[in-house]
């Protein structure tokens, strides 16, 4: 049944409030022993062996390892979004100490979006090409919440304008196709955003955008994170981006994880050879190279 719409509120004895971001010593989603299957015409594999993690409220996790490491699969599970040849075949995933169907339609009706939101990689690919920006979020916000139209427009126009588009109302009417990488980017963020969820899974959010914009869309998730106080499950290639974001890093290779620690930690003393490979790949920026 349908809840009226409304801002969350958390008053479990086991948070705790730093800023505006809520804090627990209880693990929001627990990932235990994940294993992924996929199917192909000339043979099987797994992409994912037996991977387990615990994110907590108000944390910044990020997975990082180079592509066709498994990061996004494992992300992809959570949501019970794998792709067809991909299956997982063991393993238990828990979401607030709730298992998780793998069959996934109950289970995940009230999770999917209302729960956890999804930023997805091509933001381009991941929008309906059909209908309008506005019919698109309406339809997510109306899926979770008792609310009207009008209301939801007004919801979806707030959150446009937050997300940086001064000219929300224009988004609003708009087509995917009609959007630039980084503006769709913006609207997967503010999609993401419209049910106040607790957990946000974001895959590769800048994979697709140039340098400056890759920056303004990170800038932004965190700004938004403070605001809304939302914990962020940060897949990326790229461990100088994680860097500067999470709280505590896995780095995945091969379908595993190799390495787990504070971010702190991990940069200054990497156990794994290949964590220190992944360091010494970072480039240094300097001035020389300007002149």
Known sequence: MKQKFQPIKRTDSSTKMIGKILHSDEPLLEVNNLSIQV????????????VGFRLFRGEIFAIVGESGSGKTLTALSVLDLLPAQAEMTGGKICYAGRELSRKGTFTYAGIRGKKVAMIFQNP????????????????????????????????????????????????????????????AQRVMIAMALSCRPELIIADEPTTALDVTTQ?????????????????????????????????????????????????RQLLEQPRNEYTRLLLMSIPEFSPSVLV
């Open 39 to 50: 199917s192909q015409p000339d043979a099987n594999f797994f992409a994912v062996k037996k």
């Open 215 to 263: 920056a303004t869309i990170l800038r932004l998730i965190v700004s938004l994170r403070e605001k809304y106080g939302f914990s962020l499950l940060l897949i990326s290639h790229d461990l100088s981006v994680v860097s500067e974001l999470s709280d505590r890093i896995a780095v995945m290779k091969d379908g595993a994880f190799v390495e787990e620690n504070s971010t």
């Open 124 to 183: 381009l690919s991941a929008l309906n090409p059909v209908f309008r920006i506005g019919r698109q979020m309406r339809d997510v916000l109306q899926t979770h919440a008792a609310i009207s139209s009008a209301e939801a427009e007004g919801e979806i126009l707030t959150l446009l304008r937050r997300v940086g588009f001064h000219d929300a109302g224009e988004v609003y009417r708009a087509y995917s196709h009609q959007l630039s990488g980084g503006m």
